[in-house]
């Protein structure tokens, strides 16, 4: 009886545990791997494989919420330079968000707050632009992420937009 027991115990955490990862974007970098690799498609028209350029990833958001202008994704950067865009003023708290750099192994090379460059309290798109700093020690791949100011604290309400580029 204590077996069945413990079974069903088991069964319902490992349920539990499979709906837990479904049910938010994970995304855990590969050791090694650039994320600005070029991957191909086939190309259904001549069997030839079709470069695809790097692309900005969305969490839990989409470019109603953020844009970024610069960088653009697979851009080569040097080791200080300028990230802006716009963002709806739900992204920001306190006029501000959070914005890292991540390296190609999932090491954070910088953390810095943006500043919204205008009135921060609406519903439309508010302008930021800021400046940022990497270690000049490091080169190679690495990740942009912009999150929202989420407050809260709560996993539903973390947005975030993930941008590849090479720090040169």
């Given at each position: 009886?204590q077996f ?60 109603n919420l ?23 003023g739900n ?78």
């Amino acid at each position: 009886m204590q077996f069945i027991i413990v079974l069903i115990v088991a069964i319902v955490a490992f349920a539990g545990g499979v709906w837990y990862a479904n049910e938010y974007d994970f995304e855990l970098p590969i050791v090694g791997t650039p994320q600005t690799t070029l991957t191909t498609t086939p190309n259904t028209n001549t069997g030839t494989n079709t470069p695809q350029a790097p692309r900005a990833t969305y969490h839990n958001a989409d470019a109603n919420l953020i844009v970024v202008s610069t960088p653009q994704p697979g851009a080569t950067v040097p080791n200080t330079f300028t990230v802006s865009g716009q963002a709806r003023g739900n992204w920001y708290f306190e006029a501000n968000f959070p914005i890292e750099v991540v390296s190609a192994t999932g090491t954070r090379l910088v953390q810095s707050p943006v500043q919204a460059q205008g009135e921060w309290m609406t519903t439309e798109f508010v302008p930021f632009s800021v400046q940022i700093t990497v270690p000049a020690n490091y080169q190679g791949p690495a990740t942009l992420i912009l999150h929202n100011d989420n407050a809260s604290g709560l996993p539903e309400n973390a947005r975030s937009i993930s941008i590849p580029i090479v720090i040169q």
